[in-house]
């Protein structure tokens, strides 16, 4: 979603200049090694989502073992059989400039041995893991505390390191915030608390719990899960008996997710970078787990730096928490006013202009025109 945001606004802002291209990477050339090894990666998100200890473990490896064997083992050791052809992939496409929001592509690029292009890399963590690690030529992050540990490593400095706002997806700044409208447009009462709950795509970990308590209450609420890929978890919510106070709106993708969150009161659910879009809306969150260390991270930004969050794993105390704050809607306050105070962090508008700066000074006949 950050790599959509900038490639929309960069190609906005200086598409005139240079020819912009969005390269679906692993599955354009229908190479079924690239295709195989990001489904592989796709499962391995899932399985950490599944079992966190799995996913603390692997970021705890990434940390002891450094950003070279770190990168070592996840492109060469975990997938041989796609290494030689994603450098191969990359060297058919012949970019000049690549820019990235995951570690893979970059590493693709930096192992070009002719013609080696200008690589930046965009972290949309809360801080760097060690696959991000890996050299590139221009490093964009945008949490403070990250940016700035960031900076303490011998490889950054504020050359080849820069903190730009996060990037949200453009479509948000389109979005009417008024939740009285909103509520309408969804076709849901415009008076009950409302709660948005998700468990990044795949609808693992607590919802389903939190959910099942949360429809037999005999309080006016609305509540909204988001099911994702777990098509299983969603036709079970559309068996729920529900209290008749409660309004239920289950989802399994939801094309207006935007409109859910701006009409929330409250969202629920996994660490990750979809608190970024609630926070942006003025929407607190209730962080019920973190599948790894780069989750922990970011709640930990998102409940001590920004202030609009808090972590809660105990469903029974989740629940006593929302219902609370349903009580008394003032105890949100603090929250949502933390949240809207962050609202400038946000937008991919200052991002292209570094990166055109960046480009232009390795490229200063660009400059020129």
Known sequence: MPLRSIEQTFRKKYGDRVEVVSSQFYTESGDPHLIRFEKMMGRQVKMYNTIPALGHFATAADAFFGARLSTLGAMRLSAPYAHGHGIAHMAELKPDV?????????YYAQKQKKNKPFTIMYCPDAQLNNLFEYPCDLLLMS??????????????????????????????????????????????????????????GYGIGKMAK?????????????????????????????????????????????????????ASDIFCGKSGNMIAELTFFGCPSIVTHCANHIEEN?????????????????????????LSCAEDRTKLEPFRKAALDYHDHFGSDKGADVIWEAICQRFPELAQH
């Not at 504020?158 to 990037?167: A, D, L, R, Y």
């Not at 998102?302 to 928490?321: D, H, L, R, S």
Request: charged share 20%.
């Open 210 to 262: 939190i959910t099942e308590q949360l429809v037999s209450l005999h309080l006016p609420l609305t509540v909204m899960p988001i099911c994702g890929t777990n098509q299983k978890l969603f036709e079970h919510f559309k068996t729920l008996k529900c209290a008749p106070e409660v309004a239920f709106r289950p989802y399994a993708f939801a094309d207006h997710i935007f409109d859910l969150e701006a």
């Open 298 to 322: 970011i709640a930990d930004h998102y409940i001590n730096t920004v202030g609009c969050a808090v972590k809660e794993t105990n469903v029974k105390k989740i629940i006593q928490m929302i």
């Open 143 to 200: 949490m403070p505390y990250g940016y700035e540990k960031a900076l303490r490593k011998k490889q950054y400095s504020i050359q080849n390191c820069k903190m730009v706002p996060f990037w949200i997806r453009n479509e948000a700044f389109e979005v009417d915030t008024d939740k009285a409208a909103l509520r309408k447009k969804l076709g849901i009462p415009e008076n009950n608390f409302t709660i948005l709950l998700a468990e990044g």
């Open 98 to 106: 690549v820019v990235s929001t995951h570690w893979a592509s970059n």
